[in-house]
């Protein structure tokens, strides 16, 4: 059994922590001095700015599947009934979060006809608009065919 290597602690040391960044030696802590421990951990301790923030580029680059997989988390929570990107997509469709599909069909189509980008030439804020409005409609179309979809349906 291990000891706490916190000074006067007599507790189990079973959680590691590393001494510095990139260093194979490791701090064995009690629960309580790990969390004190990672409360007060500065993993850019001792690097200039410049340093830090090239170390901090590198692992980005390294780690940049698991950031862009953030996308998924879209899907998280709602108002119970509707998921947070179709609660995003009513705000930008304008639309009452109870609003049927025909509703957001209706404003899809009245806020595309005003933003489309052969109407408004050279308008770039109403191309941006105009995407935006066909995204939402998409997210809205897509999860209204997957609520209505039925097992029998499938081919």
């Known amino acids: 059994m291990r ?3 916190r000074y006067g602690c007599d507790e189990v040391g079973d959680r590691p922590a590393p001494k510095s960044p990139n260093s194979p030696e490791k ?25 830090a923030a090239e170390r901090e580029r ?5 780690n940049a599947g698991y950031q862009e997989s ?16 179709e609660m995003t997509a009513l705000d930008v469709l304008g639309v009452e979060v ?14 595309a006809k005003r933003n489309h980008p052969d109407v408004n030439q050279g ?23 997957n609520r209505s979809w039925k097992p029998e349906e499938r081919v």
């Not at 802590?29 to 340093?51: I, M, P, V």
């Not at 590198?58 to 390294?62: Q, S």
């Not at 109870?98 to 806020?111: E, M, N, P, Q, V």
């Open 123 to 145: 308008d770039e804020e109403a191309a941006k608009r105009f995407q935006a409005i066909q995204a939402a409609y998409n997210v809205l179309r897509v999860a209204e065919e």
């Open 58 to 62: 590198k692992e980005r680059r390294e």
């Open 98 to 111: 109870d609003a049927s599909f025909g509703d957001i069909r209706k404003a899809y189509r009245l806020l």
């Open 70 to 85: 953030a996308h998924h988390g879209w899907a998280g929570p709602g108002d119970g009934s509707r998921s947070r990107d």
């Open 27 to 51: 701090w064995y802590f009690c629960e309580t001095h790990a969390g004190e421990y990672n409360r007060n951990w500065d993993y850019f301790q001792g690097l200039s700015k410049e340093e």
């Open 3 to 5: 000891i706490c290597d």
